[in-house]
């Protein structure tokens, strides 16, 4: 069982990595052209922040 502390904490830690991934995605999105590793990554980065946002969701 968590306490409420270590939910709030978890929930700040989640919601960073969201913020992260997003700036990312921001970095690469910007780019005029992109490698198909690139596109790869802005994929995995997308269901990242997605995965991020359920969780963020259930928590809540």
Do not use: V, W
Not at 14 to 21: D, K, N, P, Q, Y
Not at 24 to 39: F, H, I, K
């Amino acid at each position: 069982m968590t306490t409420t502390t270590e939910k709030e904490s978890l929930l700040a830690q989640l919601t960073a990595e969201h913020r992260s991934l997003d700036e990312q995605l921001q970095q690469l999105e910007r780019r005029r052209a992109l490698t198909p590793a690139e596109r790869d990554q802005i994929a995995r980065l997308k269901k990242q922040k997605l995965l991020t946002k359920d969780r963020i969701a259930r928590l809540s």
